[in-house]
């Protein structure tokens, strides 16, 4: 099964991040995997998004042109994407900064106040993580333990960090979990 | 070594220094930056190894010229405004047999173009860009772990033909990661070619140079390169092939284009239509007995490549009449989806009247 | 009010450097987040505004027109 | 009350997409203003070359040609000989002017092109993601100086315009920054200087302008206002460096 | 106007000034100087005219861009490695629609090669050497004459289509003289073209670029160039056939080769072999067309190329399998004879069995 | 009778190709001679660019390689960093140096290179038959200024060595002269000197050498000589330019 | 008919002169003709030569590998060249400079003191004219008259070089015509 | 005779150098061409030359040996 999501944001929001750790969980898992960044004009700043496939099999596209999933970290990733997203597909807003205007009466909203549950945290920087533990929880494409796993060998140095991360992961985890 | 999920661009970055290269000299450019950057960082402070941002492109290739000149493995890397400039180092380097390794991440064009994928320097690479009559090696790889793979071949294939060996890739190859394994431990010893310029120490001095007031001898240095040219496509011509034995059509992609018309295929097949693919790795020298071997069991071909068909010229030499060579092509840097590749696959599929398996 | 700016909301890019060299401290920091997602700042038309156009002339991105009596 | 302060008419009312506190913003209203002041709108011709402003003829209400890199001085001459009523400006960052363009440059100048350059140093190649320019300052980081620059490897900051002035057909080069509303102002005169001197047919000017990247310096846009005036201007000191205008 | 005994490149530098060339930036190297002498005498002080020994051809080509965005007609001249340094300015001319004439009096390759006649850039001139999906019109004639013709129909054409077109000539055409004449007088009024910038003066600004984020923009551009390239295909493709109507053995070469092919044919014929010649006046458009109706008659073709075979792939393209193509070539600059030429067709001919006239 | 001059180790003994009088011959030699008295012979890579002195590898008994034009700092770049025992030079004529060469030799100087450039200024291109160079002097008549060279038009005469002398990287600059035996002596001095900057891993050394071409001047040899004396060392003086070798 | 030959000689003999005034001439009796230079190492000094060919009709290689005629005005020359030269063609050659040395019996040697003619009529640059006069006499390629119309085109401005370069012809036709 | 010179003559390309520089007028254009058509200079060994190598320093053949007491 191939499956393909979109995680949009603007700049500075980590949603590259989001992508890369999604993409290094399923590579442990022993999927096959790829992580496209976009590129904008050579330019910082704005908005920015990447598109991750896992399958079984081989991947011959890394664009994805009808994701399963997107996440919409912004106002206008929700926007620009949602008429993208397949029939049946799931978009996660973060609605501390998005007000969701669902045009489609073919996909599933879920929303995850992704920035306030981690303000509250006291990190406003790891609303993406947040995001990214309700994510996993609600796709189940990979196991929460192998994300872990994941995080701590890529932040293996930074201690700190990791520990801040994995709270926030584990936040937006069960976040998704307290629904009914 | 575990696999590690790497950009394309790191990929090769990483293969250079596991093949032993020992000088990288480039010039930043969307989308390749991350190799010259995964250079600085990796290359630039090891011992008896050296990175130069140049200050241009043109300045890149010589500097590469000189290294080689000097027998160490070397590579450049660039994309595709950057790579014409380069064209008459990869001139001057495959005129005085020097081997290097040059990486074309190519992008939109002609002049500044897009930054997005293209494969609209098929011609320049194959047909050689620059003045007089060479060739240079073109390997063409469609994921990250080819890239790895094959940047290691290009250190190997360069070194062994003195030859300028073109890795062409594109954007979305460059800046896509995919799990990637790597097959060799850094060299302990850094190579150095034979006949590599150090100074006359215990030999007699020696020259390397192409300009000549004899034609005679030119013609004498184009003939040897070419005794060696028809050396290299007997020996390292390398093409894959999937499904092809019971094919009615058979499409012929390379690099990101043939991921993508796997793709296509696959849903093909899943409709019952009886589609191969022919998928060049190297695109000199090209693979013309595999594809005239095709033709043999059936005449249909379809060639895509992300340009305005270029490659398709090659097909159809290799043919030489023998198939029905169809194309699409999409230049510019759109890449197109496999469902549309199958569509055309279908279309084409219908409009020759092939046979459907039910 | 010898002065008074005005910002362009959606131009604005929170760079905060009208703000840093307003003489008069009469630009502020807003709640508002723009389509761009960006942190405008405003004017907080207090009266000691001068219209000195120093916030206009730091503004990177011409956001600022500025009125004097 | 009456308006003291609008968009100039040669700035076309697109929004920059350039990072907030971005310098090239500045720089752009700046020549604006003075083609405003100067009566210019009809006769310049621009040429934006890749870099972060290959896009600044979105922005500008003039004619303008994007340019090969590197390739503004070349392109230039072109245009100002094929029809010298022109008003030709080049608008270049360090890596297009100082790196790959040094030999357009540097003899555009010396034939004393009738021509402006607009050189916006701001030590990194903003566009492609924060490279060492020929002008970044030593033990600066950037991502192919990751250790900083050394000058053992990687040389000195490159100090173009002072070479620029060596050679007989410059005539007008003064330096300037964006970095305070003082130095904003300066920056307008010298734009204004440098294409009075192209208008008097005098030979070539440039204004080499010290300009913030905040993104690649990974600094507040105020910080890096301040980093210029502190570190930049020490090896990049501000002034007039050549004039001849009035010989 | 009498004819006058005059060089190749000289010739060139006049058809150039009475087309109406108003800049010519050039940079110097064998065996093209004498042209760019020519116009450094005749052009560089001239009204309204304006001539530069650029510091490089790399910025010659870009100040050829220059000039064509003001709107001028506007030449630039080289030899095979100045061009190669000339096709990332190529590529944005292409891509800019901007109409040049480009001189290439073509000299031995690769690298510094030689400075005697060969049409080793046969691939480079036609396939693009710089990069992204472009085509130039390709020029190549093979007498002092049609050298000063074909000058002024370079012009013409460029404009016409908004294209750059290459004159492909080599060193012997350069320096040899002949007798020339000149058809028209120099225009008393230079022309200039719409869409020039010159100031936005009383109509609203605009701008020549390529960039763009947006890959189908560029897909677009690339289309619409494709469009014109169809156009110019039907339109301007020239070709020279002579004997070809009884030939059972056509010989396909252009420019300096096909003058010498006509000398072995003129005596093949004389020993009743009935061998015919095809030669391309334009390289770019390919006589495809030509090619293919001769076919219909013979299917015996030899192409005979001053290089290590280049113009062949064309022919075969052409053919598509419906003819047999040798090829003869000597690359280097080695200047075949007639004679030579002869004992190759006449091999050709008896090993293929063709009738001989008695 | 002991001998007291003959032919240096480091000269094949090929005739030179070059014309009656030319300056490359001389130089040539005082080439030969300091890698001789230096013990280099086994060391030194040479790279002669296409230029009057393209076939300078027929003559000196050194490993050497051809550059394409104007390419000569960044080949040898190339070579150092790959073996940096080498002691390389490059050896430039003056529009291969200070026109198509100009971003590669003063970026490579101001990287500090450890290579040594020697600088052939005959004031034309010699090799393809005269044409201006960058260092052509004013009113002087060449293939291509035909009308005598204009500042106007043309711009003016190049000092890049003195522009050189401005970028940090560079520790020795000298022009010294082939227009008596005074002058030869000084070259060979500077010669060595280069050499030695070299060898000390100072960082980049150049000697420009004033170099006749008499036919190409349309002079005879003795006369070329005078004139260089007389009208080329007006514009380019000679002597030190810079020399940090001391610090 | 196609005729070719070979002018050469010392860079400053002028032989390049040679070849192009007799090209001009056939050109002006309305014959077929191409003119080529050779190109060295682009360098000066050395050696130099030039093919002419002369025909009715169109010339398809203005290289001659087997000359009718060759020139030789020095002795490097006439080694080199004579070779070349086609079974029962001339080989001319400025006897005051060169040891005539044929080495073959298939050719007719004629020789000029060119040099010495000139040097007695005080212009011993003009040995070339002499010798093409003497060419011209010999070989009737083209009427003298006009090569003197030739000479006079190309040297309007040069009234006094045009006068010794006559008489330099004049004296090599005549020589010719002297002999037997 | 403190010194003397050997000229190579097929090297000479008599550009007269050697001729205007030595001091002791020991060199003088001789009536030979060399087979390169140049017309050589010779050594007048009048026993004035002393050897100073002059000649050989300015000479761009390097066509003179010098010898000296
Ligand atoms: C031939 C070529 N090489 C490289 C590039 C990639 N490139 C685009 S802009 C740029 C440099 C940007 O730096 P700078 O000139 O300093 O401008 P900035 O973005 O800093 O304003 C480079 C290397 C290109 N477009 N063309
Ligand atoms: C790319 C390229 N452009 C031009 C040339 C032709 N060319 C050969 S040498 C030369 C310049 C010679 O002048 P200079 O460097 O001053 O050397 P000189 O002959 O005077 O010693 C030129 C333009 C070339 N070989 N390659
Ligand atoms: S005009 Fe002056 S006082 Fe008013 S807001 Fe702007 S900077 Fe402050
Ligand atoms: S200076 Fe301009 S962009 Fe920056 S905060 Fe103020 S109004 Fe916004
Ligand atoms: S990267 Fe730097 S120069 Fe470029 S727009 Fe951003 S701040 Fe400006
Ligand atoms: S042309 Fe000039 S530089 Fe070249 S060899 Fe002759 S004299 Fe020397
Ligand atoms: S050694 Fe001195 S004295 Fe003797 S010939 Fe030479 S220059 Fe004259
Ligand atoms: S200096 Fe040398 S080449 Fe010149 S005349 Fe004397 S010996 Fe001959
Ligand atoms: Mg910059
Ligand atoms: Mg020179």
Redesign the interface.
Known sequence: MLVKMIFAG??GQGVLSMG?NL??AA?LEGKH?????A?????????ANCTVAISDE??????A?APEFIVAM???SQVGFQHHLQSGGLLFVNSS?VEAKIVRGDIELVEVPASRIAEEMGNPRCANMVMLGAFTKKTNLVCFATLITGLESTLQSKKKLLEVNKEALKTGYDFCGAEP | MPRILLSGNSAIGEGAIRAGCQCYFGYPITPQNELTEYMATHLSRRKGCSFIQAESELSAINMVYGASVAGVRVMTSSSSPGISLKQEGISYLAACQLPAVIVNMSRGGPGLGSISATQSDYFQSTRGGGHGDYRTIVLAPSSVQELADLTHRAFDLADRYLIPVIILGDSMLGQMMEPVEFHHEVPRRLPVRDQALRGAHGRASRFVKTFTSKPTELEEINWSLFRRYRLIEKKETTCESSLVDDAELVVVAFGIAARIAKGAIRKARSNGLKVGLLRPVTLWPFPSEQVKKTAARTKHFLVFEMNMGQMVEDVKLALDGAGEVGFYGRPGGVIPTPSEVFRVVSREYYQRGLSIER | MKGYIEIEEELCKGCLLCLAFCPKEAIAVSEKINAGGYTVVSFNGNGACTGCAVCALVCPEVAIEVYRA | MKQVYRRPHSLKKAPFHYCPGCGHSIAHRVIAEVIDEMNLQDKVIGIPPPGCSVFAYHYFDVDMVESAHGRGAAVATGIKRAFPQAIVFTYQGDGDLAAIGTAETIHAANRGERITAIFINNAVYGMTGGQMAPTTLLSQKTTTTPYGRSAQLEGYPLKISEMLALVKGTVYIERTAVSSPANIMKTKKAVRKAFQTQIDDLGFSLVEILSPCPVNWKMAPLEAWQWIEKEMTKEFPLGVIKDVTGK
């Open positions: 603007f700049g890369l993409a290094q590579m995997v790829t992580y496209l960044p590129y904008g004009a050579e330019m910082r700043g704005g908005t081989e991947i011959a596209s890394p664009v042109s912004n106002q206008p900064l």
